[in-house]
């Protein structure tokens, strides 16, 4: 981390006029659950340089995808980043699941570390890209650890710069004059009232909702227009891109395929050169 954090600061600083508000609500001293907004590919990068410019290590639950392709995932486990895991997908191991992954983040925040987490799980539907409804891991982890600190984040300017569904890079608008990137924030999210309920769906859904307003709080400092009401759900107001999506996990699908392919072909060219080799020496 001494090592990549400041190179990746320095990268993120240089493709984008970045600026951070509200570092003074982060808490040292104690663990911390830094819940964002997800509206791009750089949403982790943002707000984690945000943080370690803050002073804060952070432990990003990333897409296990990521941790799938060449050096990258080397990288993000020696970091000591979290994967996330999605039924159905290669990069999905047996033991890969979302209780894995919440068994991870536990430890982080066990050992007094900071996550950060985008509860969303995706790129919101909504069309106007205001937070649209979460999953509620994040707030199972907050209620279970009460001595961590659950802290909203906002960021919002660079969604342009890498077309979500398709990946095409604008290159032409990257560069501190072009594109600017704001992160704020908030104050600390008060769970108490709910920290003495049983652990049910209904409170994990209310609690999670309260965490996401916090969020939307925050956006609206930094964006124009009136987030959405009620909040998007997929469920009930549907994915316009469900298409799109289902075709970028099969790409995924078929990356993996061909990673363990060429695996495999390795190791079997690794066996036989060890084989004749020994046949050279008898």
Not at 143 to 165: F, R, S, Y
Request: net charge positive; glycine share 10%; proline share 6%.
């Amino acid at each position: 981390m001494r090592f990549v954090g400041p190179l990746v600061s320095w990268v993120m600083h240089a493709i984008q006029d970045m600026r951070v508000g509200g570092a003074e609500n982060l808490v040292s001293g104690r663990p911390m659950i830094v819940v964002g907004n997800h509206t791009s590919h750089l949403d982790g990068p943002v707000v984690a340089v945000a943080l370690y410019d803050a002073g804060v290590v952070p432990h990003t639950a990333a897409k296990a995808d990521l941790f799938t392709l060449p050096i990258l995932g080397w990288a993000l486990r020696q970091l000591g980043q979290v994967a996330v895991y999605r039924p159905g997908l290669v990069s999905t191991p047996k033991d890969g699941n979302s209780a894995s992954t919440l068994g991870e983040l536990s430890q982080v925040i066990e050992a007094g570390g900071t996550v950060l987490i985008f509860p969303e799980a995706t790129f919101t539907r909504d069309p106007q890209q205001w937070p649209m409804r979460a999953k509620t891991g994040a707030v199972r982890l907050a209620l279970e650890h009460p001595e961590a600190v659950v802290v909203p984040v906002a960021h919002w300017g660079n969604e342009d710069l890498i077309n979500k569904w398709g990946g095409k890079i604008a290159w032409g608008a990257i560069g501190r004059r072009s594109t600017s990137v704001r992160v704020r924030f908030g104050e600390p999210v008060d769970l108490s009232a709910y920290r003495d309920e049983p652990i049910t769906h209904e409170v994990l859904t209310e609690a999670t909702e309260c965490v996401m307003d916090a969020v939307t709080r925050e956006l609206m400092t930094l964006r124009p227009g009136v987030p959405t009401q009620p909040r998007w759900d997929r469920n009930v107001n549907g994915d316009p891109f469900k298409a799109i999506d289902a075709r970028n996990q099969a790409h995924a699908k078929n990356r993996g395929t061909r990673m363990r392919l060429i695996g495999c072909v390795g190791a079997i060219c690794v066996a036989l050169a060890r084989y004749y080799k020994g046949r050279r020496r008898t």
